[in-house]
């Protein structure tokens, strides 16, 4: 870039600025800046999503900051394809963090998805933040599919996604108990990244629809 390029910068924090590149020395400084609209996002989406193998997640995970999603909760689930040592954990979360600060500033946003801490899915079940939630977990043997005029009440969305090896019959039946409502997303059997970035795409499209 040269002096007077305009650029456009976000904190990490939901605050966007526009401005213009200045070099003083080895130095890049933005000058001139002006503060962008607030992002405004129809709902608040948090990808509750099984771990799988690391390549997949990775590209799970970068798809769905491109999406919206606001919050990425990983899920160790019965039949998850990979379970992380006590060791890894923090070094594989670092990764996946900057992950999604990347896929955030190539698609602009304002700020990067909240990261948590890998959760036993029994754990994940009793959170305390999601019980105002709207819950829904996908599934390929839901006896429901998933239609356009489902009701999402409310700003928050949990969109819960399982391994490559499915849901166990236990966990199904302790969600439910939860209050998540289980839809399938078609006939066909879906890779989980691909249920997850399909789901998310899904409802982030009716959101918007809706509160037009």
């Known amino acids: 870039m040269k002096t007077r390029d305009p650029v456009e910068v976000f904190d990490g924090e939901g605050n966007g600025y526009a401005g213009q590149v200045d070099f003083h020395g080895s130095e890049v400084c933005i000058r001139d800046l002006v503060k962008l609209p607030a992002e405004e996002p129809p709902a608040i989406l948090i990808l509750a999503a099984a771990l799988i193998k690391t390549a997949r997640f990775e ?121 998540y409502r289980t839809f399938s997303l078609g006939p066909w059997i879906l890779r989980a990244e691909t249920a997850a970035i399909a789901a998310a795409a899904i409802v982030q499209h009716q959101i918007s629809l809706l509160r037009k």
């Open 59 to 179: 590209w799970m995970i970068q798809k769905a900051t491109e999406l919206g999603v606001a919050e990425i909760m990983p899920l160790c689930t019965r039949m998850s394809d990979i379970k992380l040592s006590p060791g890894s954990g923090g070094l594989r979360l670092a990764r996946w963090d900057r992950i999604l600060k990347d896929a955030a500033r190539q698609c602009g946003r304002f700020s990067a998805p909240r990261l948590h801490t890998p959760l036993e899915f029994s754990d994940f079940l009793r959170c305390q933040e999601l019980s105002a939630c709207t819950k829904l977990l996908f599934y390929e043997k839901a006896s429901e599919p998933w239609r356009p005029d489902t009701v999402l009440a409310g700003d928050k969305i949990v969109l819960c996604i399982g391994p490559e090896g499915g849901w166990d019959a236990h966990e199904i039946e302790q969600a439910m108990e939860a209050g």
